[in-house]
């Protein structure tokens, strides 16, 4: 097993922090949590007593990880929302690089029953949904110009009807008219149906086909917001002017340290 000196070094060689932090094995078992994060301490602590494989203890260390990371991106801070959806699309964008750098291995790639159910329920399910709500769309579309014609009210046929939420209703037109891809199943065909920018949604319809979490499509589009140079880096003088300032602190604690071990 490996030991937490070098479950660091693997961490931070899935990607560096800016923010120094601790990784300490309690020595314990728990049967509560593999792991946690304190921001505060800026520590990770893994009860390494929990796992008798290291790949198995490293997706626990780069799940504490994430944390440490999105807590850098907020001035070493984290909301009572822990596990937010931008924690997620952390984390999975951690667990990609650690399998491209090939530091944590991929379980399901190993297994040929998981893989195959996943393409059954796609196709079979997600797919099948999709193409399904997709479809209403245009019979939804039809009764709109119907209604329009007949001069009646295309949401009052919705409600007394069909009896169906006016929103489902818009989402399956939506669909329809900007030809969404039903293999990413009805959910994110409903997510993608609310992107107004054309390219926006081509992009995230893109990289949920290739495989993308929900989560990470959505962090995406939101930094896409962020990509002003001057926006930029007035952040990143911020978050370096923070990173100064904790290392002056933590500075000074060491200097302190030092000056007592010489009385």
Same mark, same amino acid.
């Given at each position: ?6 479950? #660091? ?11 120094? *932090?601790?990784?300490? *094995? ?20 893994? @009860? ?12 626990? !260390?780069? @799940? ?33 690089? !650690?399998?491209?750098? #090939? ?8 297994? =040929? %029953?998981? =893989? ?11 797919? %099948? ?12 579309? +039809?009764?709109?110009?119907?209604? =329009?014609?007949?001069?009646? +009210? *295309? ?18 037109? #939506? ?15 409903? *997510? ?50 923070? =990173? ?7 500075? %000074? ?9 010489? @009385?």
């Amino acid at each position: 097993m490996m030991n937490q000196d070098q479950v #660091k070094v693997k961490l931070l060689a899935v990607e560096d922090a800016p923010l120094d *932090f601790s990784l300490i *094995f309690s020595g314990k078992q728990s049967r509560k949590v593999n792991g946690l994060y304190k921001p505060e301490s800026r520590e990770i602590i893994i @009860h390494n007593r929990n796992f008798t494989d290291d790949n198995l203890l490293l997706y626990t !260390a780069l @799940h504490e990880y994430a944390h440490h990371l999105h807590a850098c991106r907020r001035g070493g801070k984290l909301s009572s929302r822990a596990h937010s959806a931008e924690f997620w699309a952390i984390f999975h964008g951690l667990l990609e690089l !650690a399998e491209k750098k #090939k530091i944590y291995r991929d379980v399901f790639a190993n297994s =040929t %029953e998981l =893989t195959e159910l996943a393409g059954f329920i796609r196709k079979n399910y997600l797919e %099948e949904n999709g193409s399904l709500v997709k479809e209403m769309g245009k019979h939804l579309l +039809r009764a709109h110009e119907l209604c =329009t014609a007949a001069g009646a +009210r *295309f949401e009052d046929y919705v409600d007394r009807l069909l009896c169906i939420p006016r929103v489902a209703a818009d989402m399956a037109i #939506k669909m329809y008219q900007y030809d969404l891809d039903p293999r990413v199943g009805a959910d994110n065909m409903r *997510f993608l149906a609310g992107i107004r920018n054309d390219d926006d949604r081509i992009n995230a319809e893109q990289a949920l086909v290739k495989g993308k979490s929900p989560d990470m499509v959505r962090s995406g589009l939101r930094d896409k917001g962020e990509e002003d140079p001057q926006l930029r880096l007035g952040k990143e003088k911020q978050r370096l002017e923070r =990173t100064i300032a904790s290392l002056n602190r933590r500075l %000074e604690e060491v200097n302190r340290e030092l000056e007592g071990m010489d @009385h």
